[in-house]
């Protein structure tokens, strides 16, 4: 028994200390309706003091639980209420609220504030018009502001006029910054059926069925779990591997139900869910697409790459649901390119293009994520591409997003260096066949057959 | 508060009494020891009771490691609750 405890004690330490497992963001989450006036001043005057008044021991508790917990927090974030609901009120140049948020954020220490954000799935109002004409301007002239815009759910369909929006915006997003690594759309993510709970950026935001103000965790883990299934060795079947991956996800789970709870409790805020996503960063060894490879592939991208992917997606599922009281927000696998060590590599050698990519997707959380895509690729395309992620999105009733960074000025196998948590990687070819009378068609694809449930 | 001190480090006289010491020094009761050798690697578990304030585990903790850091002894003060959560259900 004191053997076994031991063990469990030695295996938890190295898992924080050599396998890089963290909280990624404890994400407080804080409703802004009662912000709202017709004076678009006064409204950022409401926001600010709030948002001040009830974050303001975050980053302290989060501090306070790493370390007497033993367990690095690496983010302290915080998500509002979709600006553009604050806009419709008030009306005037949304970038003031983008700086108000920033400026909050700053006063505060939270590494990212997520938020502005509109959901015209079905159809734009006017707030929801100037909020996404807003947002190129507004991201280049703030730091920590993250910015989503959800063009299409399962239930409404795609928004094909916001999705050809969409991709004037990402490649406007781009060109404000394009003297600052293009990390405008670096912070702007397109939705179809975005969560309302979700703790990671850039696409967090505090959807209007959430109480007031409330804790969500997002854990990550790759490292961990890609030595667990290194252990097993190779004799080792795909469900035992699947039952590794679940008992490894448990764990990992239990970690962040233990300090949202914890967290909930001293901010005295109620909590709100775990996210189980595994979430890579560019440090060796915390990479997704290494555990594909540890699974049996030569190169993540190859044949073999989807299911592999569908396999630990859903592993990784089915061991945290049961280590916590609630789980929600995207809970799955991630696969951004930039961010994670073995995707870079097999998107430089050329294993891993945007087509697999694409099909990735189908299978696990999110999307299309921290993709570079050359300079000229036209908004056009954009938009085309972000219509297929959503299209894969609505028919499968799962969220599918789309971070595109047109690297400004640069072309296939040229490398853009953004650096942190959101690292760098090669720029990706994209096919150049011209998709513009189907974006320029406007209206809305309407919602699929299985979305009438009733 | 429960916590647990684990130790890792090359083997050689005295280490569990270093240890011991720098808790009897801080007030901190030792519950309980498991402690191997695997080839010349020490590694020892400690639970042990920490007097209930928080600005003093934080003190506490930091500066056990820091001590461990300067004999060459990898130390963690964490606590107990962590380990609960992730091996038991």
């Known amino acids: 028994m004191r053997t076994k405890r031991r063990d469990n004690i030695l295996e938890t330490i190295r898992m924080i200390d050599e396998e890089c497992l963290d909280i990624r963001t404890v994400t407080m989450g804080i409703s802004l309706l009662d912000c709202a006036d017709t004076d678009i001043d006064r409204s950022c005057e409401k926001i600010y003091k709030k948002l001040t008044e009830k974050a303001k021991d975050l980053v302290s508790t989060a501090r306070d639980i790493s370390r007497e917990y033993g367990i690095p927090i690496i983010n302290k974030r915080i998500s509002v209420t979709p600006v553009s609901l604050l806009a419709s009120v008030s009306g005037g140049d949304c970038v003031k609220y983008a700086k108000t948020l920033d400026k909050a954020g700053k006063d505060l220490g939270v590494d990212f504030i997520g938020g502005f954000s509109a959901l015209v799935q079905k159809g734009m109002t006017e707030g929801d018009r100037l909020l996404i004409e807003a947002i190129p301007q507004a991201l280049a002239e703030t730091d920590l502001v993250c910015s989503s815009v959800n063009i299409g759910s399962t239930k409404a369909g795609i928004n094909m006029d916001a999705v050809k929006l969409m991709g004037e915006t990402v490649r406007r997003a781009a060109e404000l910054t394009k003297d600052n690594c293009c990390f405008g759309a670096a912070k702007l993510v397109v939705f179809c059926n975005s969560v309302e709970d979700n703790p990671f950026m850039a696409g967090a935001y505090h959807g209007i069925t959430e109480p007031d103000c409330v804790i969500n965790v997002g854990v990550s883990g790759p490292g961990v779990v890609r030595n667990a299934v290194k252990e097993a060795g190779p004799e080792a079947s795909m469900n035992e591997i699947a039952e590794i991956i679940k008992k490894t996800a448990f764990k990992i789970t239990r970690m962040g139900q233990l300090v949202g709870m914890e967290a909930s409790r001293r901010l005295n805020v109620p909590f709100g869910i775990v996210d189980l996503s595994l979430a890579p960063t560019p440090a060796v060894g915390d990479s997704v697409a290494k555990i594909l490879e540890e699974i049996g592939l030569e190169e993540c991208g190859g044949p073999g790459t989807t299911a592999c992917l569908a396999m630990l997606n859903d592993a990784v599922k089915k061991g945290g649901v049961m280590a916590s009281s609630n789980v929600g927000g995207l809970s799955g696998a991630f696969i951004p390119v930039s961010e994670d060590a073995g995707m870079i590599a097999a998107a430089e050698s050329g294993t891993l293009t945007i087509e697999k990519l694409e099909a990735m997707t189908a299978v696990c959380s999110v999307g299309l994520d921290m993709i570079i895509v050359p300079g000229d690729t036209s908004a056009e395309t954009l938009s085309a591409i972000i219509a297929d992620e959503a299209a894969i999105g609505m028919i499968n009733n799962k969220t599918t997003a789309c971070r595109l960074i047109p690297a400004i000025g640069m072309d296939a196998g040229d490398h853009l260096v953004f650096g942190g948590l959101l690292g760098e990687g090669p720029v990706m070819p994209v096919r150049r066949t011209d998709a513009s009378v189907m974006i320029n068609r406007g209206g809305r694809i309407p919602s699929p057959i299985h979305s009438l449930k009733n | ?89």
Do not use: W, Y
Not at chain 2, 2 to 22: E, H, Q, T, Y
């Open chain 2, 1 to 89: 508060m429960r916590a647990v001190i684990s130790v890792v480090g090359k083997d050689r006289p005295g280490i569990l009494a270093f240890v011991a010491n720098n808790c009897a020094v801080r007030n901190i009761n030792i519950v309980d020891v498991t402690q191997k050798v695997l080839q010349d690697l020490f590694t020892m578990i400690m639970i042990v009771d920490i007097p209930e304030d928080l600005d003093n585990f934080h003190k506490v903790a930091d500066e056990m490691e820091h001590e461990g850091d300067a004999e060459g002894l990898k130390i963690h003060v964490m606590h107990e609750d962590i380990f609960n959560a992730m091996h038991t259900i």
